[in-house]
């Protein structure tokens, strides 16, 4: 695969004085409400405008690996709905409308709506996670997630006992999104996990990287990281969980059900059709590496899938 360096931050892209005004204003208003800051930052004004979060470290559920840097991790991204080519979302997902910004929960339990993002985040604390992403293509990157576990979220909507699984989309907004004008997927993006898999404590949603909220391109303002799993489960910019007992149909699996299966599992003993998985190149490094089984997370996820054929189920 080839590696370009990142692109270069163009003037255009530096904050224009009226936006630096309008986070002045909004913050002003903030503080009145008492929202704490990390909590409440509107992603129209933070989705290219680089706004710090409050965290906490979590080194438990942290690798110590060298950090990719961050000027690679927001310039060679995959977000389909920007354009295929690895540099289009870094240069066109600054048109996304990131605020107000709503999450629909629906399907099997006992508490269902929209629900807006500021009442999501509202009193919820965040941690930083430095987790392993590897991509099915063969790349992967160390990044400093922000965000909370999935699952604290998704019990407190009191999913029932039909709730096997759990599907997510992303928004699809054809007037921000330049690359829904070609079918390159079934948009809107879906993904889904098993109900234990969304429930695991390594399942996060993230808000932010790098001690700061998302940009766009990474999948701002609410985007999936299920570390043991290939990236393309990360789905980017949720606007809809739904809890159901069919094992939901991923956009990928739609596409293509031989090359991408439900469980995504990195897997260096399960070959994708076209290409091994036995090694991956880290973005920054020259030379390859291992891949590990479950990404390097199998001690916490193994079990997950025990008497499974992982042949079988990729
Ligand atoms: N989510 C949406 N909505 N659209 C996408 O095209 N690409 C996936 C995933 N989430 C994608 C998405 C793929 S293939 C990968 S590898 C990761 O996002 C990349 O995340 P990153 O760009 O933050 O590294």
Redesign the pocket.
Same mark, same amino acid.
């Given at each position: 695969m080839l590696i370009k360096k990142p692109a270069e931050i163009k003037a255009s892209e530096i904050t224009d004085k009226s936006v630096y005004l309008q986070r002045r204003r909004f913050l002003g208003r903030a503080s009145l409400l008492g929202i704490g800051l990390s909590a409440s930052l509107p992603g129209r004004v933070l989705g290219q405008n680089r706004q710090a979060l409050q965290f906490n470290k979590n080194q438990a559920y942290s690798t110590g690996e060298a950090l990719t840097e961050r000027g690679k /991790?927001t310039a060679?991204?995959? +977000? +389909?709905?920007f354009g295929t080519d690895k540099y289009s979302?870094a240069k066109r997902a600054h048109t996304l409308t990131t605020h107000p910004w709503s999450v629909t929960i629906e399907g099997e339990a006992d508490k269902t709506g929209v629900f807006n993002l500021e009442d999501i985040l509202k009193n919820r604390p965040l941690e930083e996670r430095i987790y392993r $992403?590897r991509?099915?293509?063969g790349w992967s990157?160390v /990044?400093p997630w922000v965000g909370f576990p999935l699952g604290d979220l998704l019990r407190e909507f009191a999913p029932n006992s039909k709730a096997r699984f759990v599907e997510f989309t992303?928004l699809a907004r054809a007037s921000e999104m330049p690359g829904l004008s070609r079918p390159v $997927?079934d948009w809107p993006?879906v993904?889904g996990l098993r109900i234990d898999e969304a429930m695991h404590p390594l399942t996060l949603l993230a808000v932010g990287l790098y001690g700061e909220t998302l940009p766009n391109?990474?999948?701002a303002p609410l985007?999936l990281v299920a570390p043991w799993k290939?990236?393309?489960? *990360?789905?980017? *910019?949720i606007v809809k969980i739904r809890f159901t007992d069919q094992q939901p149909v991923s956009s990928w699996t739609r596409a293509n059900a031989r090359e991408y299966g439900f469980y995504s599992n990195v897997n260096p003993d399960v070959a994708h059709p076209r290409w091994s998985q036995k090694r991956e190149r880290r973005i920054g490094d020259f030379l390859k590496r291992k891949t590990l089984m479950f990404n390097g997370y199998a001690d916490q996820v193994a079990s997950l899938y025990r008497g499974m054929d992982l042949k079988k189920y990729f």
């Open positions: /991790i060679y991204n995959n +977000y +389909y709905e979302p $992403l991509c099915v293509e990157m /990044i992303t $997927l993006y993904e391109q990474n999948g985007r290939y990236g393309f489960k *990360s789905i980017k *910019s």
